[in-house]
C-alpha cells in the first residue's frame, strides 16, 4: 500500500474535489468517521461544516486541512468493508483517529484507492503538528496496516504489477470507466511488450481499442513533447476526451516510452531471426494478403497492414504475441517491408508475381534466444521453472542495459584515440 499525504489551508477544497468525483460516478463516500449521520445521509454542507467548526476554533492556524490518498495494488480488489476497516487503522496509526474524517473511494484509475480529508484542529482548539508525519507516523501506519490486511508493500508494488494476472479486455466505451481501462492495459503492454516507436505501440494497443496520440505536428501538444491516450470503436474512430499519459498510474509519458524504446531496440534483436522465420514460411508460395494474416495468426503473430485511403499498401507491421516483439516490415529487411511484400501478395485479378527471395539466401542458424524461450516455456511442476518464468523479462532487461553501457564505453575510448 502505498500511502501519500498533502497539507492544505482549504477544507472546502479537499472536499469539493471528492465531491466532483462522485458526482461524475467516480467515486463513493464509503465512511464518515466521527460524524452524527451515516455517509448516505450526509448534505454537503453536513460534511463541511463538521470539519470548518473545528478551523474556526483556531484561526491562528492557516494550514489546517490533511488530504491522504491509500494506493493498493492492481490485483487487491478488496470488499468496502475492508477499505473502511483499512482506513480507520490507518488513521489511528497516523494520530488522527479521534478526528471527524470523510473516506471515498475512487474508481478512475487503474488501482483500487481511496482518499481521506480531515483537519488537524482538535476540539479544544490546540492542533495536530503536521512535521515529518509524512516521514515518521504515516511510514509507521503504513506498514501495520501491511502486515495486518497482508497487503503488497509499497516497496513490492511495482514488481507484483509485472506479472498479468489474467487476459486483458479490450475497452467498451461506455460501458466500462475508461480511464481505469486504458490505464490496465496501457501498464500491461508497454511492461510486455518490445516496441520502438509509437506506432510500433499502437499496432498493440489499437487491438484493444486504444490510441496513443502525440497530436498533429503543428500542434502545440507535439512540441510540447505531450502525449494522450484515446478510446476507439471498432472501426478506429476516436471516443469521448482523451486521458493525459501524466495523469495515468505509472505514468507512460513520451519521455519514459522514449527511454523503453532505447532498451527494446536490444530487446528484441533476438527475436528477429524468429519472427523472419515464421514469416519465410507463410510465404513459401504465392499468397492473397488475407491469407498471409490467417496463416501468420495461427503461428501467433498478427499482421498489421497500413493502406491510404486509395487501399494502396504503404506500410505493415508483424506483432510476433509469443515473443511479444513488434517489428515493422523493413526493420526485419528489404524483402520483408510493404514495398517488397505487395509484388508477391496474388488476388483474383493479377497472376501471381515472382518468389521476393531465395531460401539459400537466409540464415537459418537457430538462435539460442528462441531455445530458451522454448525451455522456459515447457510446464513442470518445480518451482526454479516458476523462477525463470516471472524473472525472464528482468534478466532480459538488465542484460540488454548492459550491452547498451558496454557500447557506451567502446565509443568513449575511440574518441580519446582520436
Known amino acids: 500500500m502505498v500511502a501519500k499525504i498533502k497539507t492544505g489551508r482549504s477544507i472546502s477544497g479537499a472536499i469539493n474535489y471528492n465531491e466532483h468525483k462522485v458526482k461524475l460516478g467516480k467515486a463513493e463516500l464509503i465512511s ?6 451515516d455517509p448516505a445521509n450526509l448534505m454537503f ?6 470539519l470548518t467548526d473545528l478551523t474556526n476554533r483556531n484561526e491562528r492556524t492557516q494550514v489546517n486541512t490533511l488530504h ?10 478488496l470488499e468496502k468493508d475492508a477499505l473502511q476497516q483499512i482506513a480507520d487503522d490507518y488513521m489511528d496509526g497516523l494520530g488522527f483517529g479521534k478526528q471527524p474524517y470523510l473516506v471515498y473511494q475512487h474508481h478512475d484509475a487503474g488501482h483500487p484507492h481511496l482518499h481521506i480529508v480531515t483537519t488537524n484542529i482538535e476540539p479544544d482548539g490546540k492542533r495536530i503538528s503536521f512535521h515529518l508525519l509524512a516521514n515518521r507516523a504515516s511510514e509507521t501506519a503504513r506498514k501495520q496496516v501491511e502486515l495486518t490486511y497482508n497487503l503488497v508493500k509499497a516497496e513490492d508494488q511495482g514488481k507484483q504489477q509485472t506479472v498479468i494476472n489474467k487476459p486483458l479486455q479490450q475497452v467498451n466505451y461506455g460501458k466500462s470507466e475508461i480511464k481505469r481501462s486504458i490505464t490496465n492495459v496501457v501498464n500491461e503492454v508497454v511492461k510486455a511488450y518490445k ?42 474512430n476516436k471516443l469521448g476526451v482523451p486521458i493525459k499519459a501524466s495523469s495515468i498510474y505509472g505514468k507512460p509519458t513520451l519521455k519514459a516510452l522514449e527511454d523503453r524504446f532505447r532498451l527494446n531496440e536490444v530487446l528484441r534483436k533476438p527475436l528477429k531471426e524468429q519472427v523472419k522465420s515464421k514469416i519465410d514460411k507463410a510465404l513459401s508460395s504465392p499468397i492473397s494478403k ?3 494474416q490467417k496463416q501468420l495468426k495461427e503461428d501467433g503473430i498478427q499482421v498489421i497492414f497500413r493502406q491510404n485511403e486509395e487501399g494502396r499498401l504503404y506500410g505493415i507491421t508483424f506483432v510476433d ?15 520483408y517491408s510493404a514495398a517488397s511484400l505487395i509484388n508477391w501478395f496474388k488476388n483474383d485479378e493479377i497472376n501471381q508475381g515472382q518468389p521476393l527471395f531465395k531460401k ?12 530458451n524461450i522454448s525451455a522456459s516455456n515447457a510446464t513442470g511442476n518445480n518451482g526454479n521453472s516458476l523462477l525463470n518464468i516471472l524473472f525472464k523479462e528482468e534478466q532480459q532487461d538488465m542484460a540488454a542495459i548492459g550491452r547498451l553501457q558496454q557500447n557506451k564505453r567502446k565509443k568513449k575510448r575511440k574518441g580519446h584515440s582520436l
Not at 504475441?321 to 524483402?335: E, Y
Not at 539459400?360 to 531455445?371: C, H, K, L, S, V
Open 68 to 77: 491522504v490518498s491509500l494506493n493498493f495494488a492492481v490485483n487487491e480488489n
Open 290 to 292: 488475407t491469407a498471409f
Open 45 to 50: 454542507n453536513d460534511k463541511l461544516q463538521r
Open 32 to 37: 464518515a468517521q466521527g460524524y452524527l449521520k
Open 195 to 236: 516496441f520502438t516507436s509509437i506506432p510500433e505501440l499502437n499496432a498493440v494497443l489499437n487491438q484493444y481499442n486504444i490510441s496513443a496520440d502525440r497530436g498533429s505536428k503543428d500542434s502545440r501538444m507535439y512540441e510540447k513533447n505531450g502525449l494522450v491516450y484515446w478510446a476507439l470503436d471498432a472501426k478506429g
Open 321 to 335: 504475441h509469443g515473443s511479444k516483439a513488434v517489428f515493422n516490415g523493413s526493420d526485419l529487411g528489404k524483402p
Open 360 to 371: 539459400d539466401n537466409i540464415d537459418n542458424q537457430p538462435q539460442q534466444f528462441t531455445d
